[in-house]
């Protein structure tokens, strides 16, 4: 055999041993030479006589990170040119047919008269997992990082070589949906315990132990083809399984609101294949996955979530004449909410971290949350207690500035005011080389304006993290008028050091992700002065794929702060650039009812200490009048939300803020949640084509003012028919 992703050898026993390691890569994927490769070890394996079974394990530190998606993206692009040379139908036989072969290839392994184990250590995910399922036996290493799932779902895609199938057949039904819906990572011990692994060892045990049980007899036979197989919840149509799919889909409606084809398609190919044998029900799965595939919403989050996420997680976007910075030791002024969650995350990258504030006691209170963070992960087993004494120990707190001089990098993290921020920027640079990039976690204040109280403005630069910073991934890397690449540069490799993604933005004021949140608080904020119920225009948000609903948010964000960012707009921009209902509604709730948001526990919604969060009975009278639900048009107000986000970030693209659709895309979703099926805020339009969205935006000009007016940069596309990744010449090239 001609093998360049394996290495066999079979030992005395007979017993095969295949080592998958892709080279020149970090992580095992799965492509079309994989395929070719393990379809001629099968047959090699199920045709020798001399050989009693076969181990499958990685030569790296991880068993597979699943499919390599540019091969999907590629099957998608050979079936249109197919369809163009041989008509629609024959192009689709050949999808599917491709679209299938892995699924095929496994139950091959599966069916071909010789015991299969899977020996898994580290990441085991997507196809990579399936191909474990397949094995007859599967053991896992107990070790920390060892993991599998089925995470396709958050992609746009599901399991499609007989995921859904095998692991509905390995758990109770109700947990396999749940697990197929969630996509998340298992650890071995909890795989163990719900029957995904047969066995839990040490590492150093694992090859042994699957070789022990093809010695010992091990079947090559899997439960779902002995005649006495029954799922563990017994049949579909059984008193027991009608307990589960009414729930289930409940379940469905209310997580996905129907935006979600793939979480959909899981629900057909469980419900369907169960009821069939298990080569039937593959075949059912395959043509649900054909499907999806071929879904806007597949292709749209494919690109964004895997595609270019990837890039942009390798740097893209970085400056490559830079020299790689050499980011050791980093400052932090400002030791409250963010400033403490910058320091944690860095601290956990294995950054030293200076911790700055007004005085010790502050800045100690800063580090405590650092402890909690640490303790509460210790708590759900997910770190150790010398973890947290190692990363304690690399957070220094001060109030002397003095502390920062040996320091590659400074972020200040202080009160959203100007003056305070001059003063900080002053106070550091007194006692920084000249070599150290300053940078400002400002959510609002354009980059260049703060560079004005600095004395080496080419060194100054934005980076502004999102709240709570452990949880966000994003990072806005913002370059003011100034800023050398060397700092923008040193910015990227700091932020992918924390295993975050950057992307870089023009300044501006609110850079590219609060412009655009901005547009979505501002429409609900509009529709509460309507008079629309509050309770629909937060649920209304949800069916539009936003994860919280406008008022909810502003409440996390708090009130008062959005009254401040108002009030400083209006003051360095004048009057016309705030809406006045929203400045009315803001008003009333800050300084006539001390409405702050979560944070005293009185915002849009009342926080009881004990209970859940429900909306404020007293905001319904605030705009004077209600609008009876049953006379409103929710498809109106849905658009409305989603609009008004993908409208302000073309509006970024023309105004330069945003130079590459990827970093809008990406940026939008990991940054404020926006429909992740969509793939994004400018995937979007160009799901729906510019001149569909300009017509959609006049629309909603003509009945709700001049916010909605289209911008020349769409009006341009809408005329040339061109998309934002189509057009990237005129829009911004890619780096």
């Given at each position: ?349 294995g950054l030293s971290v200076v911790l700055i504030d007004r005085d010790l006691a502050a800045a100690e209170k800063g580090k405590q949350v650092s402890h909690k963070l640490i303790s509460d992960r210790i708590a759900r087993g997910r770190a150790r207690s010398s973890e947290r004494d190692a990363l304690l120990s690399r957070i220094e707190t001060s109030a002397d500035y003095g502390r920062l001089a040996d320091c590659d990098l ?46 080496r403005p080419e060194r100054f630069i934005g980076i502004h993290f999102f709240s709570p910073v452990e949880k966000m991934p994003l990072v806005e890397v913002i370059a003011g008028k100034y800023t050398h690449e060397s700092a923008v540069a040193a910015a990227f490799d700091f932020v992918r050091a924390l295993k975050k993604t950057p992307i870089l933005v023009s300044d501006g004021r609110g850079f590219f992700a609060n412009r ?220």
């Amino acid at each position: 055999m001609n093998l360049a992703n394996f290495t066999f050898d079979v030992d005395a026993d007979g017993i095969g041993l295949l080592t998958w390691d892709t080279p020149g890569r970090s992580m095992n994927l799965i492509n079309a030479d994989f395929i070719r490769e393990l379809e001629s070890v099968i047959e090699e394996i199920g045709s020798e006589e001399k050989i009693k079974g076969c181990v499958i394990v990685s030569g790296k530190d991880s068993f597979s990170g699943g499919a390599d998606l540019t091969m999907l993206e590629d099957m998608g692009r050979r079936m249109e040119d197919l369809a163009r040379l041989k008509g629609v139908e024959h192009a689709m036989q050949e999808f599917f047919d491709e679209s299938r072969r892995l699924s095929q290839l496994y139950r091959r392994l599966e069916t071909c008269g010789k015991p299969f184990a899977a020996a898994v250590h580290g990441l085991c995910l997507g196809g990579g997992f399936e191909l474990a399922l397949a094995c007859h036996f599967r053991v896992l290493s107990d070790a920390q990082s060892t993991k599998v799932g089925l995470p396709e779902i958050k992609i746009g895609l599901f399991p499609g070589a007989g995921g859904t199938q095998r692991v509905a057949r390995l758990m109770p039904t109700a947990d396999a949906l749940q697990m197929l819906f969630k996509g998340e990572q298992i650890g071995a011990a909890t795989a163990g315990r719900i029957g995904l692994a047969h066995v839990v060892v040490p590492r150093a045990d694992l090859v042994g132990k699957a070789k022990e049980w093809i010695r010992s007899g091990g079947s090559p036979v899997a439960p779902w083809d002995k005649k006495d197989f029954r799922p563990p919840s017994g049949r579909v149509f059984s008193p027991t399984g009608m307990m589960v799919w009414p729930a289930a889909n409940a379940i469905y409606r209310r997580e996905t609101q129907d935006n979600y084809p793939a979480a959909k398609a899981i629900l057909h190919a469980v419900y369907e294949g169960l009821q069939l044998p298990i080569d039937l029900a593959l075949k059912v799965e395959s043509r649900w996955f054909a499907k999806i595939l071929r879904s806007k919403e597949a292709h749209a989050m494919i690109r964004t979530l895997f595609v270019s996420l990837s890039e942009l997680n390798k740097g893209a976007r970085r400056p490559k004449s830079a020299p790689a910075a050499d980011i050791g030791k980093i400052g932090v002024i400002g030791a409250g909410f963010m400033g403490a969650g910058i320091a944690y995350v860095s601290a956990s990258a294995g950054l030293s971290v200076v911790l700055i504030d007004r005085d010790l006691a502050a800045a100690e209170k800063g580090k405590q949350v650092s402890h909690k963070l640490i303790s509460d992960r210790i708590a759900r087993g997910r770190a150790r207690s010398s973890e947290r004494d190692a990363l304690l120990s690399r957070i220094e707190t001060s109030a002397d500035y003095g502390r920062l001089a040996d320091c590659d990098l400074v972020i200040e993290a202080v009160f959203e005011d100007r003056s305070v921020k001059a003063d900080t920027i002053k106070r550091a640079e007194a006692v920084l080389p000249a070599s150290t990039v300053f940078a400002s976690n400002t959510s609002t204040l354009p980059i260049s304006s703060l560079a004005q109280y600095s004395a080496r403005p080419e060194r100054f630069i934005g980076i502004h993290f999102f709240s709570p910073v452990e949880k966000m991934p994003l990072v806005e890397v913002i370059a003011g008028k100034y800023t050398h690449e060397s700092a923008v540069a040193a910015a990227f490799d700091f932020v992918r050091a924390l295993k975050k993604t950057p992307i870089l933005v023009s300044d501006g004021r609110g850079f590219f992700a609060n412009r655009c949140v901005g547009a979505y608080l501002l429409e609900g904020h509009l529709m509460v002065m309507e008079g629309v119920p509050p309770a629909m225009i937060e649920n209304v948000a949800k069916m539009a794929g936003m994860p919280i609903g406008p008022l909810a948010l502003t409440d996390e964000v708090a009130i008062d702060l959005a009254w401040r960012i108002l009030t400083a707009t209006e003051g360095d921009l004048g009057a016309d650039a705030v809406d006045p209902r929203q400045r009315a509604l803001l008003d009333i709730m800050v300084n006539r009812h001390g409405r702050s948001g979560r944070k005293n526990r009185k915002g849009f919604y009342d926080y009881p200490e004990k209970g859940a969060k429900r909306l404020w009975p007293g905001l319904g009278d605030i705009p004077g009048r209600r609008l009876d639900p049953d006379s409103i048009d929710v498809e109106e107000l849905r658009l409305r939300f989603l609009a008004a986000q993908a409208l302000e970030a073309s509006r970024t693209v023309q105004e330069r803020v945003i130079s590459d659709p990827r970093e809008a895309d990406v940026g939008s979703i990991l940054g404020f949640g926006f429909a992740p099926f969509t793939g994004g805020v400018l995937s979007y339009i160009d799901g729906i084509g510019a001149g569909a969205f300009v017509l959609l935006c006049s629309d909603l000009e003509k009945r709700h003012g001049r916010r909605f007016a289209p911008n020349d940069l769409l009006l341009e596309m809408a005329d040339s028919r061109q998309t934002f990744y189509s057009g990237l010449q005129k829009i911004g090239a890619r780096a």
